[in-house]
């Protein structure tokens, strides 16, 4: 149903700053929660930021003043702008979205990943 297309990854030094980019193909959710989240290599995947259509905000307590999670212009995008890097945010970094169309199930999509470098 949807489809979730990310950019904005790469490789970059301590210290650095990295935008990533997330749009939803379809938009079908009225109320819904756009994120993001990271796998490091043999690691659990974490939340980093979630952001809802109401405008509220959560974030990991390890990116809280680093990190800020915005929408964009165009309907159900979402960025994270990510300063100060630290080579702990290396990962692969995974847009989410879900919501609800009716009634209390939720749907719930993810994107293929974009991989996040920092090198020290």
């Known amino acids: 149903q949807v489809?979730?297309?990310e950019s904005g990854g790469g490789l970059v030094q301590a210290g650095g700053s990295l935008r990533l980019s997330c749009a939803a193909s379809r938009s079908i959710f009225i109320i819904n929660i756009m994120g993001w989240y990271r796998?490091?290599?043999g690691k659990q995947r974490e939340l980093v930021a979630t952001i809802s259509s109401g405008g509220v905000?959560?974030?990991a307590d390890s990116v809280k003043g680093r990190f800020t999670?915005?929408?964009g212009n165009?309907?159900?995008t979402v960025y994270?702008?990510?300063n100060n890097l630290k080579?702990?945010?290396t990962a692969v970094y995974y847009c989410n979205y879900?919501?609800?169309v009716r009634g209390p199930e939720r749907d719930d999509y993810w994107g293929q990943g974009t991989q996040v470098t920092v090198s020290s």
């Open 87 to 89: 080579p702990e945010d």
């Open 3 to 5: 489809q979730l297309v």
């Open 39 to 41: 796998q490091a290599p």
């Open 80 to 82: 994270l702008q990510m």
């Open 74 to 76: 165009a309907k159900d």
């Open 98 to 100: 879900q919501g609800w």
């Open 69 to 71: 999670i915005s929408r």
């Open 57 to 59: 905000t959560n974030y």
